[in-house]
């Protein structure tokens, strides 16, 4: 059986989201926090579990918080289990993990992305600690993290050259990753794991989660958000993708690691309309959850890469 | 070219001698990237460098230093800075990029109440500081290679601070500094470590890991004039070039840990130094370099900040600017002038550094006045001098009272100005004069000469005069003289400063 992309989602992955939720693995206690963020999870998590035939085999995710140097990394062993501390916010993620890894998806990205002319690497050290924005991304989808992942790294060297370059990078990864998943046989979800305006207030109140300190850094880049999100509800993703090196810039975004680009290439550039789950500030950075029901949406397609 | 910078055989220990008095005994830059501990054996470079690094290692153990202090460029915050403070640190690093080399095992011995001492006087600065103690930490690559390569048997304890990926030159200098303040106040010896890369241009296509070389040829000579530079002991030439070797060569992390090091000894030129080595790690550039402080290094008595530095990064920032909004046919028609009016602070602005007022001068006929509704002054001067019968303002800009905020200016993430709002400036610069008049018991209506400089006069005075009208000029209302020019910066980014003569007689 031919394997599918059921959905793509803008999946943040702000650690305070996962405080908020105090899950077991996690360390620090909070007293909540963050809710408009948190209960769009909820609503993204209805919306890819209910329908028996929709609820997904494999979750990848892209995530900026794994830096790579030399080309594409995926995790190539099928079981990773440790603590993740976030290096910015340890007082706020320390999380224990337990996650199991769909090796063979993720081999067969790799070798797609090779025959894309990208590098692509298979990460098989033990050792290895998973990122707190996988992690995050993850969590906040499948809570039990009963469904295998794929985590794929940013490759940070394209932009030595150009914002654009980097994109061109990604639509071939994201080509790649859809080929990949259609000769897997599985159904699956991309989380692309980035926020959207990405300038942050320099310090934090008391209490994190004092939601009286939170809201938006500046008017402009709430616009900005406002301006790309329109976009993705309109259905409008090539529009999407060429404004993103002048957003990348402006609003300081962090799509620049080019999650959303690579998921937007693996969905072929979907012009039905995606659908916010919600929108909300983390210490002044903007974030939203958008998902492109793909199962809905474009039935029998297996996304782009044809 | 200089052929020392080009490591050969791996110089003599040198037995250091600390100038009476110091701290500091010695300082080293040293790269961070795993090869030279992980992987020597894979190219002939990557094992001179781990030479050159032992090298240091027994230069630090045979120098009278009591810690290794160490700034990585690779432990990035974006929110303040932190400070390990667990005493014992363990874990297994797995670098995110070369986890094909292995894991190494970490146990370190960490002075927390360096760490805890350095914070405090960070903190006073007014940044967001933490003191790291959390089982699991991650500890960066670059901080684990040096440790475990400098400092193998937790010889001496180490101390550990991070480097704010948006903090510019002026906070780096005196992040630096404050180390400096620190390390006095806790009294040992010091051998201070910046863990920075030269060049950071990694290869993007796969090479045999033997036939290594730096990416660019023009980023290797970039390096080699800055190791040549430092190897004369040149630290503060290095820091001042350092934005331009950045432009140009693409220097690891803006080569901020160069500022750090700078900052700390104090921006001074008076080292010898010595080059240990020079090589290529996938594309990147890599110096293992010594400073030897040729006197006594002491923290600087009330360190200000250069405001030179703001002069130099803000003067460059584009004249006719753009508008910061989106700009698809679609966007909010309005956004652009509507956003720019309401710009509020960016963490650019936090680097503003500002001044006490000084106290009046010893001369009875001369008065100082300053006032706390009016912003305190970026340099060693007083907001207004009352001399005879005459009181003359220093130059009065847009910033708001009590803060570094400058209403009326959008700045993009590198501080550069995106848009300013004449007006809104305008009327802030005369709010903040009202307040300082009233401090010395005075108004407008008082003022008898106003000179005025714009950064933008085309794009400005129309809108400028106008408000100005608002003052001044209106019938019954004060009319001073006037004189207006376009000058090419101011020293914060502002587009419009006033300078106000008063007089007072007998008042
Ligand atoms: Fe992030």
Known sequence: MTGKIIAGVLAPHPPHLVYASNPEQNEPRSEGGWETLRWGYERLRKSLFEHPDKKPDVILVHSPHWMTVLGHHVLGLPHFKGLSVDPIFPHLFRFNYDIKVDVDLSLLIAEEGKNEGLITKVMTNPDFRIDYGAITSCYLTNPDFDIPIVAISSNNSPYYFSNEVGQQQMEKLGRATARAIARSGKRAVLLASNSMSHRHFTTEPEIPEDMSAEHIYHHGQYLWDMEMLKMMREGKSRQLIDCLPEFMDMALAEVKAGALTWMLSALDFPSYKAEVHAYGSVIGTGNAIVEWDHFTNAKGLAGGGK | ?507
């Open chain 2, 1 to 507: 070219m200089k052929s020392e910078v080009t490591s050969k055989s791996p110089s003599p220990v040198k037995t250091l001698k600390t100038p009476a008095g110091s701290l500091i005994t010695a300082c080293y830059i040293v790269p961070g990237l795993p090869q030279p501990l992980m992987a020597s054996e894979k190219n002939p470079g990557w094992k001179r460098l781990r030479e050159a690094m032992e090298n240091v290692r027994d230069e630090i153990a045979a120098s009278d230093a009591e810690m290794i202090l160490y700034f990585s460029t690779q432990w990035l915050t974006v929110l303040g800075y932190l400070f390990q403070a667990d005493k014992n640190p363990k874990w297994t690093l797995v670098d995110h990029n070369w986890h094909e080399f292995g894991s190494v095992q970490y146990d370190f011995k960490v002075d927390a109440e360096f760490a805890s001492v350095y914070a405090r006087e960070v903190k006073a600065m007014g940044h967001y500081v933490r003191e790291v103690n959390y089982r699991g930490f991650p500890i960066d690559t670059g901080t684990v290679v040096a440790q475990k390569l400098l400092n193998p048997t937790n010889r001496l304890p180490a101390a550990m601070a991070s480097c704010n990926m948006y903090a510019e030159k002026q906070e780096t200098l005196s992040i630096g500094q404050a180390a400096m303040r620190a390390i006095e106040k806790h009294g040992k010896r010091v051998a201070v470590v910046c863990v920075s890369g030269l060049s950071s241009r990694y290869h993007t296509e796969e090479i045999p890991f033997e036939k290594d070389f730096i990416s660019s040829a023009k980023d290797d000579e970039w390096n080699r004039k800055i190791l040549e530079i430092l190897g004369e002991g040149n630290l503060e030439d290095v820091s001042e070039v350092a934005r331009e070797y950045s432009k140009q060569a693409n220097a690891d992390m803006g080569f901020r840990g160069i500022w750090w090091l700078n900052g700390l000894v104090g921006k001074t030129n008076d080292f010898t130094g010595h080059v240990f080595g020079y090589e290529p790690i996938y594309g990147t550039g890599n110096g293992v370099v010594g400073l030897y402080p040729k006197r006594a290094i002491k923290s600087v008595p009330g360190w200000v900040n250069d405001e030179a530095d703001l002069v130099e990064r803000f003067a460059k920032a584009p004249p006719r600017a753009t508008a910061p909004m989106p700009s698809s046919a679609n966007a909010h028609a309005s956004a652009p002038s509507k956003s720019a009016a309401s710009a509020t602070s960016s963490s650019a602005l936090d680097k503003i550094v500002t001044f006490e007022a000084p106290k009046s001068s010893a001369k009875a006929s001369e008065k100082n006045v300053s006032s706390k509704k009016a912003p305190p002054p970026v340099g060693p001067y007083p907001h207004a001098k009352r001399v005879g019968d005459f009181l003359f303002l220093s130059g009065v800009g847009p910033r708001k009272p009590g803060t570094k905020e400058i209403p009326g200016v959008q700045l993009d993430a590198e501080g550069n100005v995106v848009s300013h709002d004449v007006e809104i400036q305008t009327r802030a610069v005369l709010e903040n004069i009202e307040a300082i008049l009233e401090e010395a018991k005075s108004s407008l209506k008082d003022v008898v000469d106003v000179q005025v400089f714009l950064t933008d006069m085309d794009r400005d005075f129309k809108t400028f005069n106008r408000v100005y009208g608002d003052y001044f000029g209106y019938v019954g209302g004060p009319s001073p003289t006037r004189t207006t020019v376009e000058v090419t910066a101011l020293p914060t980014p502002i587009c419009v400063e006033l300078k106000v003569t008063a007089f007072l007689g007998s008042k």
